[in-house]
């Protein structure tokens, strides 16, 4: 959720602004993609792209100007459309994302009056017979719901063990909102679809179709608690991380109760400093956190937002630390499968070590490349890569001549492009997640190198790594001494049933077991996705825009735009 705007309210929509709400944004989605055609297609095939060139970044900065009035003005999805598409820095130019970035704080509020009646018909009750206290003005809103301060009653409050709670409600009308967005969006990717320059790096409906899951899991109340809970038990055990009690006795689809934990938020820099909280020191510990997650637990907070993660001081912390990370918003959540995380940790280690050659070896390894794949090429390019901006830090970045990072683009941009990349699972997950974590290590720190925490913490996964590898000896040294003892009895029902006749050698389930194969191999791709993200996010986000965007590119959006183009083979 983010901070609210006072000046705007946000109507319950009836079926008759429902339908204008569908052909507004098809109006909007069909305008632009002409333009683009007509920009982008038709004119250099006619010889006049120098036309399209001149003009890119103007068309660029009114689409997202557009873009932004029709997000702030209709709201629902399409600000949760803009959040996504201003993350994306890794493959959208500046002139979009940066124009996007204030819909993260510019969702207004739902009038009280229109939230309260929502309310008590979820509880069951009138507000003033479960809370002593409700305040009307929203201490947060977001594209699907708002929160308010409020304080249980005496006798709730001793039954919850909670007294300071947050009261999340969900606008009114959204579920019909949601539909008729969700509706509009797959009507899109259907055109997009048959757009060759979009097909070519990009399975739009599958896009739409993770999009909506992650949006139907977020008005989901209930859901979103479940995960609060689940994370609390993943970082039960450690003293960095806080989350708030959920109170289930007033908690529905549709409404949350949670403990209100507001402290200082994770990027005012002068409040941590007055609390003697030194911004710098927050950084690599946050960093290391999200990294737990995607590495050890697999299940991730996929919305790491500055407003969703307070930095709580010792006087409500776990004694022992000076401070802790306490998370909010657990509606979007994202999970890493067991056999991905294997991937990744390889990829993370080789990333660590610098070792370009180790890296192309670990993405062949899983499968990602297929075997005709010249990577001879692709192992001097990471070398290249890691020789001349490895270990660097966003200060020292920017010190960097940008043409440099042209050069690295123009070398190696048609090789990687060209190579046969596989689109993972959970993609849009992920990237927003890593993308988010590294902007706000970086303001917290400027000088922050994100080699520092991830070399430590890829050591760490090498212990770790040889430690299972003796376990796996250890086990299948055992599996092969039980398989030696019941061996002769073995041989003797075997020999009995060839004299018999009765030796079948039939194997029914080979078929199924080739194709669960096949969809583990895919499911690996996952892991050189964040491979290159990982890359991308150790020499890029300095806090100039331009120069950002030239690093993003010069780390490997080549890449990323290769691993749209292999989606479209599976």
């Given at each position: 959720?983010?901070?609210?705007r006072?000046?705007?309210?946000?109507?319950?929509?009836?079926?008759?602004?429902?339908?204008?709400?569908?052909?507004?944004?098809?109006?909007?989605?069909?305008w632009?993609?002409?333009?683009?055609?007509?920009?982008?297609l038709?004119?250099?095939?006619?010889?006049?792209?120098?036309?399209a060139?001149?003009?890119?970044t103007?068309?660029?900065?009114r689409?997202?100007?557009?873009?932004?009035?029709?997000?702030?003005?209709?709201?629902?999805?399409?600000?949760?459309?803009?959040?996504?598409?201003?993350?994306?820095?890794?493959?959208?130019?500046?002139?979009?994302?940066?124009?996007?970035?204030?819909?993260?704080?510019?969702?207004?509020?739902?009038?009280?009056?229109?939230i309260?009646?929502?309310?008590?018909?979820e509880?069951?009750?009138?507000?003033?017979?479960?809370?002593?206290?409700?305040?009307?003005?929203?201490?947060?809103a977001?594209?699907?719901?708002?929160?308010?301060?409020?304080?249980?009653l005496?006798?709730?409050?001793a039954?919850?063990?909670?007294?300071?709670?947050?009261?999340k409600?969900?606008r009114?009308?959204?579920?019909?909102i949601v539909?008729?967005?969700?509706?509009?969006?797959r009507?899109?990717?259907?055109?997009?679809?048959?757009?060759?320059?979009?097909?070519?790096?990009?399975?739009?409906?599958a896009?739409?179709?993770?999009?909506?899951?992650?949006?139907?899991?977020?008005?989901?109340y209930l859901?979103?608690?479940a995960?609060?809970?689940?994370?609390?038990?993943?970082?039960?055990?450690?003293?960095?991380v806080?989350v708030?009690?959920?109170?289930?006795?007033?908690?529905?689809?549709?409404?949350?109760?949670?403990?209100?934990?507001?402290?200082?938020?994770?990027?005012?820099?002068e409040?941590?400093?007055?609390?003697?909280?030194?911004?710098?020191?927050?950084?690599?510990?946050?960093?290391?956190?999200?990294?737990?997650?995607?590495?050890?637990?697999?299940?991730?907070?996929?919305?790491?937002?500055?407003?969703?993660?307070?930095?709580?001081?010792?006087?409500?912390?776990?004694?022992?630390?000076p401070?802790?990370?306490?998370?909010?918003?657990?509606?979007?959540?994202?999970?890493?499968?067991?056999?991905?995380?294997?991937?990744?940790?390889?990829?993370?280690?080789?990333?660590?070590?610098?070792d370009?050659?180790?890296?192309?070896?670990?993405?062949?390894?899983?499968?990602?490349?297929?075997?005709?794949?010249?990577?001879?090429?692709?192992e001097?390019?990471?070398?290249?890569?890691?020789?001349?901006?490895?270990?660097?830090?966003?200060?020292?970045?920017?010190?960097v001549?940008?043409?440099?990072?042209l050069?690295?683009?123009?070398?190696?941009?048609?090789?990687?492009?060209?190579?046969?990349?596989?689109?993972?699972?959970?993609?849009?997950?992920?990237?927003?997640?890593?993308?988010?974590?590294?902007?706000?290590?970086?303001?917290?720190?400027?000088?922050?190198?994100?080699?520092?925490?991830v070399?430590p913490?890829a050591?760490?996964?090498?212990?770790?790594?040889?430690g299972?590898?003796?376990?796996?000896?250890?086990?299948?040294a055992?599996?092969?001494?039980?398989?030696?003892?019941?061996?002769?009895?073995?041989?003797?029902?075997l020999?009995?049933?060839?004299?018999?006749?009765?030796?079948?050698?039939?194997?029914p389930?080979?078929?199924?077991?080739?194709?669960?194969?096949?969809?583990?191999?895919?499911?690996?791709?996952?892991?050189?996705?964040?491979?290159?993200?990982?890359?991308?996010?150790s020499?890029?986000?300095?806090?100039?825009?331009?120069?950002?965007?030239?690093?993003?590119?010069?780390?490997?959006?080549?890449?990323?735009?290769?691993?749209?183009?292999g989606?479209?083979?599976?």
């Open positions: 959720m983010t901070s609210v006072r000046d705007r309210a946000d109507p319950v929509p009836g079926a008759g602004s429902t339908r204008a709400r569908y052909r507004r944004i098809l109006r909007f989605a069909a632009h993609l002409a333009v683009t055609w007509w920009f982008e038709f004119l250099p095939r006619v010889g006049l792209g120098k036309i060139e001149r003009t890119r103007t068309r660029m900065r689409f997202a100007r557009r873009f932004h009035v029709l997000a702030v003005d209709l709201g629902g999805l399409m600000i949760k459309v803009g959040q996504f598409l201003s993350s994306r820095l890794d493959v959208l130019p500046p002139e979009i994302t940066k124009e996007l970035e204030g819909l993260q704080d510019e969702v207004p509020p739902v009038p009280f009056p229109a309260r009646p929502l309310a008590e018909a509880l069951g009750a009138p507000l003033d017979k479960v809370f002593a206290s409700v305040e009307e003005m929203p201490i947060a977001a594209s699907l719901g708002q929160a308010h301060r409020a304080q249980l005496p006798a709730n409050a039954d919850a063990g909670l007294h300071s709670v947050v009261l409600v969900q009114p009308g959204i579920n019909a539909d008729v967005d969700l509706a509009a969006l009507k899109v990717a259907g055109w997009l679809s048959h757009v060759r320059l979009v097909s070519d790096r990009a399975d739009m409906p896009l739409v179709e993770e999009f909506a899951q992650i949006s139907l899991e977020e008005i989901d859901h979103e608690a995960n609060a809970e689940r994370f609390a038990t993943d970082f039960a055990d450690d003293d960095r806080g708030p009690e959920v109170a289930w006795e007033w908690s529905t689809r549709r409404v949350l109760v949670l403990e209100n934990v507001a402290a200082i938020k994770i990027t005012d820099a409040e941590l400093l007055a609390a003697g909280i030194d911004p710098a020191q927050v950084a690599p510990v946050f960093a290391s956190v999200m990294f737990d997650q995607l590495f050890s637990s697999g299940f991730f907070h996929a919305d790491p937002h500055p407003g969703n993660i307070f930095v709580t001081p010792a006087s409500n912390a776990t004694a022992g630390r401070w802790k990370l306490t998370f909010i918003d657990f509606g979007m959540m994202g999970e890493v499968p067991a056999s991905t995380r294997s991937g990744l940790r390889k990829l993370l280690i080789a990333a660590a070590s610098r370009g050659k180790g890296l192309v070896a670990a993405i062949r390894d899983v499968g990602v490349l297929v075997p005709s794949a010249d990577t001879a090429e692709l001097r390019a990471m070398t290249h890569l890691f020789a001349r901006f490895g270990g660097m830090g966003f200060a020292e970045l920017r010190e001549d940008p043409r440099e990072f050069d690295f683009a123009v070398e190696f941009g048609d090789l990687v492009r060209s190579l046969p990349f596989q689109l993972p699972e959970n993609f849009l997950l992920i990237i927003r997640a890593m993308s988010l974590t590294s902007g706000v290590c970086s303001s917290l720190d400027a000088r922050f190198n994100l080699w520092d925490a070399e913490y050591a760490q996964l090498l212990r770790d790594e040889r299972n590898i003796v376990q796996d000896v250890a086990k299948q055992l599996d092969a001494a039980g398989v030696a003892l019941g061996l002769p009895k073995r041989l003797d029902g020999l009995t049933r060839i004299e018999d006749g009765s030796l079948s050698v039939a194997n389930r080979l078929e199924r077991q080739m194709a669960r194969l096949d969809r583990t191999a895919q499911r690996t791709a996952a892991a050189l996705v964040f491979g290159a993200l990982l890359i991308a996010g020499v890029v986000r300095g806090d100039d825009t331009l120069l950002g965007n030239l690093l993003m590119i010069a780390s490997l959006v080549p890449l990323l735009h290769g691993l749209w183009a989606r479209r083979g599976l």
